[in-house]
């Protein structure tokens, strides 16, 4: 009893003293993580940002639907493959960057002649799950003699945002940046004579 | 006779063979020229800006309207049907003469699904229709088209742009397209 006594006593103490502290703290830290999960992080302007992208038209001398590296560097937008010299776009001919979703079937052709070949259409089945949400980053940009070019890349669910936010925080705000919802197509038909 | 005639026959093939041994590299050039007179003579020095796609308020999302913008440029120089393809925007144009500009157009727009395509095969085609227009400086319309492009079994659906501006190509060499007579 009396052990309980001594033992109980210090551990009121705890509560009361320490114990309020580590509360605060807690909450402290809680509080901190929650604003910083809701507020977009400043981006710093020397540090380079890279994201992997399929590019999948519009860069001259590269092949379509190549996969590469996105980097921002500078006051430059770099596509760089593997092995080969880059594409570089300045980031002040840049004039809208879009930023939406598209959905696509994975496994590409091995996977397509698998569910050509499964029996009692269980090819149809696994479709209905091998498939894919990815973003899509669409830059326009003016070139020297001032004419228009398009280049689409295929990015990973979210990144298209995150690049997006970088184009923005590396002082883009001087050009126009719209953002299209990420939602997928939507089927109807539109008709206008 | 006969022998009077063989010998001009082989005066003849002796003076052709000549002239294709003194002048070897001007044969070529000469079927070169020779193809645009076929095809109508000004279509050759006819030159073509390509403007991009107006979406008339379908919901065409913007990668959809500039890979279609992309995928002309690169079509009609796959054509040679025109001396120059310019982009829109492009500050050259006014010193090129015999510019026509295409206009393209958005008519119908039914977007589809990879998925969809996949599971039912029958449903979830991407369709594009457009209406391309061959004008000139001027105003004056010199081709009118309309045109499909559609991804219905295998691809994604950004392939209907591709083969959208295939078949706009298509209809463009196909017609003859040279400008109108300017009147002297």
Known sequence: MNGFCVTASPRRDHFSGRGLIRAWALLFCCCTYALAQSATHPVNANVPFSVPVT???????????????????????????????????????????FVGGESKQVGGLPMKLGKAAAPYGGGRV??????????????????????????????????????????????????????????????????SK | MQASKRNLSICFATAIVAIAIAFPDRLPAQTDAAAPTRAGSSAAQVSVQVERVNPSDLGLAPSFQLAIYESLLQELNKTKRFHQVLREGDRRASEIPNLLILETTIVKYTPGSETRRAVTTISGATKLTVRSQLVTADGKVVLDRTVNGNVRFFGSNLRATHNLAKNIAKAIKKSPCSLPEQPS
């Open chain 1, 55 to 97: 590019h999948l038209l519009g860069l001259e001398n590269t092949k379509n639907n190549c996969n590469g590296t996105l980097s921002i560097q500078d006051s430059a937008l770099l596509f760089q493959q593997r092995g080969k010299p880059g594409a570089k776009i300045e980031i002040a001919s840049v004039r809208d960057v």
């Open chain 1, 126 to 191: 696994v479709s209905l799950f091998a498939h894919k949400k990815y973003d899509t980053l669409t830059v326009e940009y003016a070139d020297g003699d001032g004419g228009i070019h398009g280049i689409v890349f295929q990015l990973k669910k979210g990144e298209g945002e995150r690049v997006w936010q970088e184009l923005v925080g590396r002082g883009v705000s001087a050009v126009v940046l719209e953002k299209q919802p990420t939602k997928a197509t939507v089927e109807v038909t539109h008709a």
